[in-house]
């Protein structure tokens, strides 16, 4: 095997195939090392994150001991799947194999597939051990939208999307299975190891969401999936009406964890120490929800007394009064807002996102143990409404109302120091030296999947396709563009584009801050190499 950097916190591992990606992720789950997190695999890489970068090392020197070839042990439960092939590719596939449609369907049904390993989105499995004759290649122009329940395939695979989401598989039918259930005690339908039967059938019954339920209806014996999106506010005493949400405020805690190898990425907040600094200042616990801002704009209003503050981005905050009074507290403070007063944020002079805390913190309804919207996925609550009413749980027994702090300074340009790898050598010999020797720009496509740069692009020297491997939070993902992407909280689990470099996770908090229009430049941080096992 061989291993690559993948950050200061984890390791890609090359092995030869899938068997032996199995093998080792089993070994992994079975015996984890100090600090384990994830345990990522794909067709021929495994990807391991850490809690900490001087963990890394004992991880290396575990994967030395393991043996690759011995097979894994895995859950091989049969799941079948009832599809009605009339998929918009279907025709194509057919052109493509040589078959007729009838015998792409009989092909893809004729023996169970076997689920390899998860990625892309929540639920979505990688099936492997098909008929061999359906091996088909992407589409050249990918769809920007594949409905949920498309049943596809894409080299050597086979996989059901989940939900909707932009997709480049070519699509042969499509199923009502929920593929992904928050409310499940397993979430995901398949699991890796599990065997997936699909059977043909002529028409699907059209099912409907039980009353109060958001999203598709459940199989028999399963559960609805809501997902916890369409929750306004969860138990506790209403504490606050969005009276503007501004460009786009969501509810972000510290995220989610330890959940990649179910496609599920992190979320939570962008910048985590001013999130941290949020609750500290009114006696929260450093995970409880707040409220993220972007470019300001965010107004509340008390429905009882609160204890408030806000972080971030250098933001203006006035306090209106019911008598129309103002005042302006101060921000990196807690402050009192009484009720039917309404706090108002102006647009930050310097960063993009602010972070508004309440003494009980904001109470919304936990999906696989966060309160934090995940834009990519969709899991977790909505973004916030005008309207939203927002309940605000009890504070921590014995905690108390924090000092006032000194703002944390923006600088410009913004200097991210990066690791190099783990697919640097798929660019020419100057390519490191261009991503740090000149600013980059960040563009206003930049979201919470990760900011989009503009600069000298980067030359790739390796043509055709990386085969989809896991990514983490920092990676500097490069497209045929040259143009690098930086990844944030919700970016996707798996990817298919080379990372040149990862910023080190001490430094991304900083990078949330970036504005569009804004620079930043690279640094490469010296770390002895990490060798080959």
Not at 25 to 49: K, R
Not at 144 to 150: F, L, Q, Y
Not at 278 to 283: D, E, P, Q, T, Y
């Amino acid at each position: 095997m061989t291993l690559r950097p993948a950050g200061d916190r984890g390791l890609l591992i090359e092995l030869p195939g899938l068997p032996e990606v199995l093998s080792v992720q089993a070994h992994l789950l079975a015996h984890p090392v100090e600090g384990q997190v994830d345990v990522v695999a794909a067709a021929c890489t495994l990807l391991v994150l850490l809690e900490g970068a001087h963990q890394v090392g004992a991880l290396a020197a575990r994967l030395r001991l393991i043996d690759p070839s011995v097979p894994a042990d895995r859950d091989d439960t049969l799941v079948t799947i009832g599809v009605q092939y009339d998929g918009a590719d279907l025709t194509d596939v057919a052109a493509r194999t040589g078959l007729s449609e009838a015998a792409v369907v009989a092909a893809h049904t004729s023996t169970p597939w076997v689920a390899a390993f998860g990625g892309f989105a929540p639920g979505f499995a990688y099936l492997t051990g098909g008929d061999p004759r359906l091996q088909v290649s992407r589409r050249d122009s990918p769809r920007t939208v594949v409905p949920a329940g498309s049943v596809a395939l894409a080299g050597t695979f086979s996989a059901v999307y989940p939900r909707d989401s932009p997709g480049g598989w070519q699509l042969i039918g499509r199923t009502n299975a929920v593929l992904w259930d928050t409310h499940r005690k397993e979430p995901a339908l398949i699991k890796p190891g599990n065997r997936v039967q699909f059977t043909a059938v002529r028409e699907l019954v059209e099912l409907h969401p039980s009353p109060g339920t958001e999203g598709p209806a459940a199989l028999p014996g399963e559960a609805v999936v809501t997902d916890g999106s369409g929750v306004s506010a969860g138990p506790g005493a209403a504490g606050l009406t969005v009276v503007d949400p501004g460009l786009y405020s969501t509810t972000q805690d510290l995220g989610r964890t330890g959940l990649m190898a179910l496609g599920v990425a992190g979320a939570g907040g962008l910048d985590r120490a001013a999130l941290r600094q949020a609750n500290r200042l009114v006696g929260n616990g450093p995970d409880s929800a707040a409220i993220e801002s972007l470019n300001g704009g965010l107004a509340v209003e008390a429905r009882e007394d609160q204890v408030l503050a806000v972080t971030g981005a250098d933001v203006g905050l006035t306090i209106v009064m019911p008598d129309g009074r103002e005042r302006e507290p101060a921000l990196c403070s807690p402050f009192l807002l009484r009720n039917g007063e309404v706090l108002l944020q102006s647009p930050p002079a310097s960063g993009l996102r602010t972070y508004t805390s309440v003494r009980g913190g904001i109470v919304v309804e936990e999906v696989l143990g966060s309160r934090s919207t995940d834009s990519m996925s969709g899991l977790g609550p909505p973004a916030l409404a005008r309207g939203l009413q927002l309940a605000v749980g009890d504070p921590v027994p014995g905690s108390t109302v924090g000092y006032p702090e000194v703002p944390r300074p923006v600088l410009a340009p913004e200097v991210l120091r990066v690791v190099p790898g783990p697919r640097d050598d798929w660019f020419d010999d100057e390519a490191l030296d261009r991503l740090c020797a000149t600013p980059w720009w960040v563009t206003p496509q930049s979201n919470r999947i990760g900011l989009r740069l503009e600069g000298p692009a980067l030359v790739r020297t390796r043509k055709g396709e990386l085969p989809s491997e896991g990514t983490v939070r920092g990676a500097l993902q490069v497209p045929p563009s040259g143009l690098p992407l930086l990844f944030l909280a919700d970016h996707p689990v798996t990817g298919g584009y080379p990372v040149i470099a990862v910023v080190v996770s001490a430094d991304l908090d900083r990078a949330a801050q970036l504005a569009p229009g804004s620079s930043v430049r690279f640094q490469i941080i010296s770390r002895r190499p990490v060798a080959g096992a």
